[in-house]
């Protein structure tokens, strides 16, 4: 190997290395956003989930979610409690996100609207506690009157309790309603008061990323338009957010919102990068999407969403953002339409956006979607129409691959047009044997990496998906950050990404390769070279009958029900034509179709691993 030091090769992207953030795997509500009750509006559709009222000895209560004469209209719903007769008093309970954890010496914030339409139940008491009955803290609500009134209290905590419920304690006969129950840690990220879990935004801060794309991912778009993500309910008071549920199957508070969002990215100076509902629900979960005569209100969105960031006080929506505390612009320099969206559906909603952007804001950069896998139709009419239509200037890209797919791609961008849009890489991962974060999956992902860098004049950004996954609220693995009520922790694919950021060179110097010998193993049977694409017919054509002949096989198009790519691990034996997994599993990998394998399509990549 010869390197050249005395010659500068192409620059390396100052922003390759960034961060993608959804509300996945209980990433934002139970997770960095800081709040430790669930369901603090009773606006879930059941309204009393995560809620649980009972007598403690023999009261007669009755309770029941209203939603006449609430604190907003935004969130209508609040809890009234009846007690008929008191005996040793009532317990309306929350048990957080899977259970809430406070710890010794630290101090929280109990925050709730409270209101006594008869004027009984003046005081409560509050506490959490373990199911053993420990007690960590407690405090009471005093003055309650017959009018809405917000309670805020600041405690600290006598003892650690760290699978806990917050119990509110009613021992008086009347009525009391309750709205917006929220409890917080006073410790959060910079100490805000509807702040973000300090250890998961400094394990996220610590990475250090050039950028920080949000709010997802699949969110931004819902799986119908009715729980598409809308910037617009993200901001403002809590309880001017409206609670609705989010693709992955969990209710979103909103309580982290855009302009948290644009002040974490402040923080840590990260260029914001929203991604914007472009006027499609999920297409991979066939949602709906909206009349091209009704689109501008989205438009309208995405041009208020560029004011909100950038606009001075001076201007309708940067004045929002001045009240909302943040007088000085943001900055904001990207804005991508829509996630995974593609065809001509997609194409012809994206247009309108664009052209509406670049009429009034020339120097945003606009991202547009290649859709949901690394090749196919999907992306090259993605990337055709973007091409001739020069309507983009970031094509996002998104693949979870098997490993080998990244180690046989570390040149996926060397014959990348120079004069086109630039890549951003907006979601990857290596997916191993059962979709772990481990070594192998960290070390496909770093020669990946060096190939994103060598390229790095295509390739702009870069940001592994997704970020965050909760202990036992886990939708979809791998991600770089873990986490549970008491803790976080790094994997071995974070510290990839960390030590890749903190080491990136400024300049990519040429390097000369020379050898001698051929790699004869790339020669299958003359048919097919390495990495070469055979269909189904041609694989049939494979005569591979003894061990000697077994093939790994490297597979990719088998589908599954959610109509995306799984990837599994293991032998594949070919006999006549007919393929079938063996027990032994070393070194070999393909992609399965549907859990039973009665459906999939396949297209393959095979290399010789044994024999002649
Ligand atoms: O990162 C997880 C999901 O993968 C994202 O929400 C979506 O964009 C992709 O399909």
């Not at 430790?36 to 509006?41: A, E, G, I, M």
């Not at 209560?61 to 004469?69: L, P, Q, R, T």
């Not at 070390?443 to 036992?472: I, R």
């Not at 390495?530 to 017919?537: D, F, H």
Request: proline share 3%; hydrophobic share 35%.
């Amino acid at each position: 190997i010869s390197i050249d030091v005395n010659k500068k090769g192409i620059a390396i992207s100052p922003m390759l290395y960034g961060a993608f953030f959804e509300d996945i795997n209980s990433g934002a509500d139970g997770g960095l956003y800081a709040e430790l009750v669930q369901n603090r509006s009773f606006e879930f559709p059941d309204g009393l989930q995560s809620w649980d009222i009972s007598a403690i000895g023999n009261d007669k209560v009755e309770f029941s979610v209203e939603d006449k004469g609430s604190i907003s209209s935004k969130n209508p719903h609040y809890l009234r409690v009846q007690v008929n007769k008191i005996d040793k008093g009532v317990k309306i309970v929350n048990y957080g996100y899977n259970g809430i954890t406070i710890k010794s010496g630290e101090s929280y914030r109990l925050s709730l609207y409270a209101r006594t339409p008869n004027n009984k139940i003046n005081t409560i008491i509050a506490t959490i506690e373990d199911d053993n009955g420990k007690i960590g803290a407690k405090v009471e609500v005093k003055g309650i009157t017959n009018a809405w009134k917000q309670y805020e209290l600041t405690f600290k905590a006598a003892n650690t309790i760290s699978d806990g419920q917050l119990v509110i304690k009613v021992a008086k006969e009347g009525i009391l309603d309750l709205d917006m129950v929220s409890l917080f840690p006073q410790k959060t990220w910079k100490n805000r008061k509807n702040g973000l879990r300090y250890d998961i935004a400094k394990l996220i801060a610590d990475l250090k990323p050039a950028f920080l794309r949000f709010p997802g991912g699949c969110i931004v778009e819902g799986r119908t338009m009715a729980t598409a993500y809308r910037w617009k309910n993200t901001i403002g008071d809590i309880s001017e957010r409206p609670t609705i549920e989010n693709l992955w199957g969990y209710y979103q508070s909103f309580g982290l919102g855009f302009y948290e969002y644009f002040q974490f990215c402040e923080d840590i100076g990260a260029e914001p990068v929203p991604v914007i509902n472009c006027g499609m629900a999920c297409q991979a979960r066939n949602g709906d999407m909206i009349d091209l005569n009704r689109l501008d209100e989205y438009i309208q969105d995405a041009l208020d969403l560029i004011e909100f960031a950038n606009g001075d006080v001076n201007t309708k929506w940067g004045f929002v953002r001045a009240k909302l505390g943040h007088p000085k612009p943001f900055n904001l320099k990207f804005i991508a339409i829509g996630n995974e969206q593609w065809g001509t559906d997609y194409y012809i909603r994206y247009e309108k956006f664009y052209d509406a952007i670049k009429k009034k804001y020339p120097n945003i950069k606009v991202i547009f979607a290649a859709g949901p896998a690394p090749s196919g139709k999907i992306f090259d009419d993605a990337w055709t129409w973007a091409k001739t239509t020069k309507k983009a200037d970031i094509i996002d890209e998104h693949y979870y691959m098997a490993l080998e797919w990244f180690l046989m791609n570390t040149d996926r961008y060397s014959t990348y047009d120079r004069k086109g849009p630039k890549v951003f890489v907006g979601e990857y991962a290596a997916h191993g044997l059962g979709r772990r974060n481990n070594l192998e999956a960290a070390l496909a992902e770093a020669a990946y990496l060096l190939g994103l860098e060598k390229n790095s004049d295509v390739v702009l950004m870069a940001s592994y998906a997704p970020l965050l996954a909760k202990q036992y609220a886990t939708q979809w693995e791998p991600t770089l950050i873990k986490f549970n009520n008491e803790m976080a922790y790094a994997t071995p694919n974070y510290y990839v990404q960390k030590i890749f950021n903190e080491n990136k060179g400024k300049y990519i110097l040429p390097i000369t390769l020379k050898t001698t010998s051929s790699n004869k193993s790339a020669d299958i049977t003359g048919m097919v070279g390495l990495g070469t694409w055979i269909t189904e017919a041609e694989f049939k054509d494979f005569k591979v009958i003894d061990n000697k002949t077994r093939r790994t096989l490297f597979a990719d198009n088998f589908k599954d029900s959610y109509g995306k790519w799984q990837i599994v691990r293991g032998m594949w034996n070919i006999e006549n034509g007919i393929f079938s997994q063996t027990s032994n599993a070393e070194n070999c990998y393909a992609v399965a179709g549907d859990s039973n394998w009665s459906n999939y399509t396949i297209q393959v990549k095979a290399r010789k691993v044994s024999g002649n």
